[in-house]
């Protein structure tokens, strides 16, 4: 079994940040790549960022300059920086992670999800 915690998330002002966190633990092996997915009310559950085990990244064109995505690899942990939010980012957002467990298969996780809210 694979588990992800999320932490970090909340209710804050246009303009303001927060970091969520995202640790992975259980039946791992190694992890390839984590990343942040987000799903607002009557809208489709679309990718935020992500980022291989080697570092590199990728983000959806409505939080790039303003998220940033990173991991700590010894954690198996991957936080999202998010500054300037807007109240289009208001979300659940969930972490997941492409694990390759002991049994040597290959199998996505999700955490639980954490609720993001912009507002005034």
């Known amino acids: 079994q694979v588990q992800l915690v999320e932490s970090g998330g909340g209710l804050v002002q246009p303009g303001g940040s927060l970091r969520l966190s995202c640790a992975a633990s259980?039946?791992?092996?190694?992890?390839?790549?984590m990343g942040w997915y987000r799903q607002a009310p009557g809208k489709e559950r679309e990718l935020v960022a992500a980022?291989?085990?080697?570092?590199?990244?990728n983000y959806t064109d409505s939080v790039k300059g303003r998220f940033t995505i990173s991991r700590d690899n010894a954690k198996n942990t991957v936080y999202l920086q998010m500054n300037t939010l807007k109240p289009e980012d208001t979300a659940v957002y969930y972490c997941?992670?492409?694990?390759?467990?002991?049994?040597?298969?290959?199998?996505?996780?999700w955490g639980q999800g954490t609720q993001v809210t912009v507002s005034s």
């Open positions: 259980g039946n791992i092996f190694s992890i390839n790549t």
């Open positions: 997941n992670a492409d694990v390759f467990r002991y049994d040597k298969r290959w199998s996505k996780y």
């Open positions: 980022i291989t085990s080697g570092g590199i990244t």
